[in-house]
Every structure is written in structure tokens, then in C-alpha cells.
């Protein structure tokens, strides 16, 4: 599918960026096209998660640095989009509903034992651990293959500025 794509004014490139959870970032990627660029949603976050999308971008993803508990990404941003309403909706369900079943789900066998003395407290704590790694190892290998296999396929069509 093709997608409208207007250039980016000067100073217009959007703050990117969180602290303790609330901020802005982007989600809801595209497959990379022939170009090596990809569609992404802007969205207000709390608590790492996606609330209030804002604006879409047409971006080519950097480096990616890593210093002590810092994570960053750079992105050149070539392009803004309309939003697509499909893409709002994937991104709430994978952040809104996918993610707690997939950490809390296992975690419910556990809760049994909560007000019962069957296992020792360090089993429940191994338990819990154990299922939210491998809740998050499960989260990122789907995450991952959804943005290289079954994201949308989008390329993009320039339309001068208004």
C-alpha cells in the first residue's frame, strides 16, 4: 500500500524521549521498504505504554548507544503521514492486551499458592522470576518477528508541502 508523505518543515523534528516512563516515543513500525525506511507512530507514553497517538513519521532507524541503564536510538525522520487507524489499533492490542496476558497468564498458577503452605517461599520467588523472563523472551521474539514478517508493507508517495 502507498501512503502520502509530506516533508518535514524546519524546525519541526518532534521531541522523542521519556523519563520514568512518560513521555513520547515511537511504535507501531512498518516493514522497512525497498528504501530502507519505515512508517512509525508518535505517541504520549505513561508507564512505557502507548496512549494517545500523535503524529506519523516516514523514518530511516540509526545506531542504537547504550550507556549504563540508557537505551538510545536515532532516527532521521524524511517525512509526517496521516495516521492509520489500523496500525493505533495493533499497537494498543500488542501494548494494551497482548503484553499483560502474556506476563500475567503464567503467573496465575502461582497465585494458588499464595494462601497455601505447599511450596516455600523462594519456590513462589523462582516462580514468579522464571515466568516473567520467559513472558519477556516470548513478548520480544513476537515482537520481532511481526516487524520482519508480518508488519504492513508500505511505501511512500511524496506530495508536496500545503
Known amino acids: 500500500m502507498t501512503d502520502d508523505v509530506w516533508p518535514i518543515g524546519q524546525g519541526e523534528s518532534p521531541h522523542l524521549g521519556s523519563f520514568n ?3 513520547f516515543g515511537l511504535k507501531g513500525f ?20 502507548p496512549v494517545v497517538p500523535l503524529r506519523r513519521y516516514y523514518l530511516t532507524e540509526g545506531g542504537v548507544t547504550h550507556q549504563l541503564s ?23 492490542a500488542f501494548c494494551w492486551l ?28 523462582g516462580g514468579f522470576l522464571g515466568c516473567l523472563v520467559a513472558g519477556s523472551v516470548a513478548l520480544t521474539v513476537l515482537h520481532t518477528a511481526y516487524r520482519r514478517r508480518w508488519a504492513p508493507l508500505r511505501t511512500a508517495r511524496w506530495v508536496a508541502p500545503r
Open 30 to 49: 512498518t516493514r522497512l521498504d525497498e528504501n530502507g525506511r519505515c512508517f512509525a507512530t508518535r505517541w504520549f507514553m505513561l508507564v512505557y505504554l
Open 70 to 92: 540508557r537505551t538510545t536510538t536515532r532516527y532521521l525522520l524524511h517525512g509526517r503521514s496521516r495516521l492509520r487507524a489500523g496500525e493505533i489499533l495493533r499497537t494498543y
Open 21 to 23: 516512563g512518560i513521555g
Open 98 to 125: 497482548l503484553c499483560p496476558v502474556v506476563l500475567g497468564l503464567p503467573l496465575l498458577p502461582l497465585l494458588r499458592y499464595a494462601n497455601q503452605d505447599a511450596p516455600s517461599l523462594w519456590v513462589l520467588v
